[in-house]
């Protein structure tokens, strides 16, 4: 007994499968095709006796004026007649007079004198089927011919044979066994191959799935499939792999990026606390240490709450308040609490808003998180000195906002990473602390606001981000 669960190779499977499919199909084909055989060799063989049973009508008519022949030169040429045909049977010839009386046949002399039932000679068909009368009750085919001259019919030729005999067929249904046969094993062998073919680069998937699985990345594909789904699912399970690698890298980077963002602002605040504990510094010092160390805590602070509001945004966790604002307005108090609180000198910036004022539904709080994020970023890329721009435009249904610098811009192998979760760039890295969750962050609150957050464009000459945020229902224009 074989388990139910019992797991079988593909090319076995597949193999198995489709040469049972193959047999059943071949089966009813073999017996359709029997039976066709069958029927056009009984069609070929009446047609056959029909045309003999004229010829032989014929010759007698060519043997005679007015009458009869001999009945032994009937008899000779009825005897001719049946070799002549060459059939597989031996059909059974008869020669009568008008009245269906046997004057000869090409059977021994004693069936002479006896006669055929006058209702196969008053039926007009040429060709008849009857049953014999003996126990067996074998069905027979008569074929007719009458025996004319111009004034008179002097008799009939009769060609009698059973369906038996006229529909037994060897040579044909040998040829047929050997075609099936044929079929069968080069559909076997084919199937067998094919499968074989693609079950090897889902073995090679498998193979490094379990690879994977292991923690090695570094996996290798055949890429010479001529299958376009085949060579797909290569091509995408190695880009999967690519990105898993990336993302695991990314993971152990985030590991020690976490621990030596909170360890640097730990090991301060416990220098300076020592130091303020074991009496080294004067009061005035003491303060000063005591004003670090909350700086620092704050630090500390701020990544944590990076880390829970990101796992709430990503559990769909954090509440949207969304209401009615008009943009104009909402990017005014948006940029002006920046500029206060966060605008450094040496950065001027350019705003452009629109001309007529649009209403968006959105939540205002999650609008100026996204706005500071870009905005912090464009500083950051800066320095020192530079020039930010802030343009509002429309499209369609949707409001736009670039956010445009003047920095260094982002290396072009970095750009499809950087709204990656806890990815910095190499730049970044070392310049500037956090998690890099900031522009993750920002396109997952852009998706909750039913909008979207995209990088434009990026060079030495500057950095352009876009945020696309759907006007309200009043402001949307239909096209």
Do not use: C
């Not at 069968?184 to 084919?190: D, K």
């Amino acid at each position: 007994m074989f388990k139910k669960n019992k797991k079988v190779s593909l090319q076995r499977y597949w193999t198995t499968r489709y040469l049972i499919t193959l047999v059943v199909g071949l089966a009813v084909i073999t017996v359709l095709s029997a039976m066709w055989i069958r029927h056009t060799t009984l069609e070929n063989r009446l047609n056959m006796m029909e045309f003999m049973a004229e010829e032989t009508a014929n010759r007698i008519e060519n043997m005679t004026d007015d009458t009869l022949p001999p009945e032994f030169e009937i008899h000779r040429l009825l005897t001719d007649r049946g070799r002549f045909m060459n059939m597989e049977s031996n059909p059974v010839i008869y020669a009568t007079d008008s009245e269906g009386t046997i004057i000869s046949s090409n059977l021994p002399p004693q069936s002479n004198g006896q006669e055929i039932h006058t209702s196969i000679l008053e039926k007009e068909d040429t060709i008849q089927t009857i049953t014999s009368d003996n126990e067996e009750q074998v069905k027979l085919y008569v074929v007719k011919k009458p025996i004319e001259t111009e004034d008179a019919t002097l008799g009939w030729v009769l060609y009698v044979e059973s369906k038996a005999e006229l529909t037994k067929v060897r040579q044909e249904y040998g040829q047929l066994m050997i075609v099936i046969g044929s079929l069968l094993i080069l559909g076997w062998i084919a199937i067998y191959f094919i499968t074989g073919r693609l079950s090897k680069p889902i073995k090679e998937v498998a193979a490094a799935a379990k690879q994977i699985e292991e923690g090695n990345y570094d996996v290798r594909f055949s890429m010479d499939a001529k299958e376009e789904e085949v060579h797909e699912l290569i091509t995408s399970f190695q880009q999967m792999t690519q990105k898993l690698e990336h993302l695991e890298a990314l993971r152990t980077e985030l590991l020690a990026g976490v621990s030596h963002e909170l360890k640097t602002p730990v090991t301060s605040i416990s220098g300076l606390l020592q130091a303020i504990d074991e009496g080294v510094v004067d009061k005035k010092e003491a303060k000063e240490f005591l004003q670090l160390s909350i700086r620092e805590s704050e630090k500390m602070k701020k990544m944590v709450e990076d880390l829970l509001a990101f796992n709430k945004f990503a559990a769909n966790a954090v509440p949207v308040s969304m209401d009615t604002y008009l943009i104009n307005e909402l990017m005014m108090d948006t940029l002006d609490v920046w500029k206060k609180t966060n605008m450094q000198e040496g950065i001027q910036m350019d705003v452009s808003l629109l001309k007529d004022d649009r209403t968006v539904e959105v939540d205002p709080l999650r609008i100026q998180q996204i706005m500071t994020n870009l905005l912090n970023n464009a500083s950051q890329a800066i320095g020192d000195k530079g020039r930010i721009t802030v343009k509002l435009h429309t499209s369609q249904d949707k409001v736009i906002i670039d956010v445009k610098d003047t920095g260094e811009g982002i290396p072009v192998q970095e750009q499809s990473y950087i709204f990656e979760r806890f990815y910095r760039g190499e730049n970044k890295k070392y310049k500037v602390g956090g998690l890099g969750l900031g522009l993750p962050f920002s396109k997952m609150i852009a998706n909750v606001l039913n909008g979207e957050l995209m990088l434009v464009e990026s060079s030495h000459t500057g950095t352009t981000f876009r945020v696309e945020l759907p006007l309200s229902e009043q402001d949307r224009v239909v096209e």
